[in-house]
């Protein structure tokens, strides 16, 4: 005669049902994650070809990513057999009997370990874009905002530096666009300012060649001379170096010749 197990006792094929899926959805919840943190280094490696920086050690996801998948497909094992086991267990009568924590306890400290590790790579892949990103700039922005900038002084006032500077300009037949008087409009406006003034110049003969080969340069053309006087009374002249134009705009060496005229024309007013 069959002995048919009683109804009270299929609370325990429940449980054991319901730990099984609760071990089923960490190995899918371990793999899941190892999928996110493998597609992680693809995404940095893309980022990284967008912004033309280079961030190191970003194949490092790809071991944590694969380690988790392989941990989940485990877990998941584990866990059929497990169930296997106790679901013959309960058929052939046998009572319940406290299980083995090893296995449980073995994948936490896994999980911790592995949790600690990617605590410490994104620290670091984040520090190393950072540092990527700064010499990205470094390279693409080679000069500084005082770089590219020559100062030449001056023995005379600023209203005579810029005589001496037009009558060069008109000695070389230089066409003098504007004389831009910064201190006159600011004492306009209420304001007080040592004296300082732009002059505006150039010759259509040297520097259209150089927007038919860089058209960008001319935001920087026509030529500018900066004629200002400092806290301690010393008149300046400033203006933008031919190679920085060169280096902004991708200006032809051969070229440069045609803006060098800048330097010349301080050096002779100054004197």
Do not use: C
């Amino acid at each position: 005669m069959t002995e048919h197990r009683k109804f009270d006792d299929f609370p325990d094929y429940l449980a054991a049902e319901r730990t099984f899926l609760a071990w089923v959805r960490t190995g899918l919840a371990l793999m899941g994650f190892g999928f996110v943190v493998d597609r992680f280094g693809l995404f940095l490696r893309q980022l990284e070809a967008m912004q033309g920086s280079r961030v190191e050690s970003l194949g490092v996801s790809v071991w944590f990513g694969t380690g988790l998948l392989v941990l989940g497909v485990g877990v998941n094992l584990m866990a059929a057999w497990r169930h296997r086991r106790i679901v013959r267990e309960l058929a052939a009568g046998m009572p319940p009997r406290a299980r083995p924590v090893a296995q449980a306890s073995a994948i936490a400290v896994i999980l911790a370990v592995i949790g600690l590790a990617l605590a410490i790579y994104l620290i670091a892949a984040r520090n190393a874009g950072r540092a990527s990103l700064l010499n990205s700039l470094e390279e693409n922005m080679p000069m500084s905002a005082n770089d590219g900038i020559a100062r030449t002084p001056s023995r005379y006032s600023v209203d005579e530096t810029v005589e001496r500077l037009q009558a060069a300009l008109q000695a070389k037949g230089v066409k003098v666009f504007a004389l831009v008087d910064h201190s006159g409009e600011a004492a306009k406006a209420g304001f007080t300012m040592r004296p300082t003034k732009l002059l505006i110049f150039g010759n259509p003969r040297a520097g259209t060649p150089l927007m038919l080969a860089a058209p960008s340069v001319a935001l920087d053309l026509p030529l500018k001379i900066l004629i200002a006087e400092d806290a301690d009374g010393r008149v300046w002249m400033s203006y933008d170096t031919p190679e920085y134009l060169a280096a902004r705009h991708g200006v032809p060496a051969e070229l440069l010749s045609n803006v060098a005229i800048v330097g010349t024309l301080a050096a002779r007013a100054g004197e």
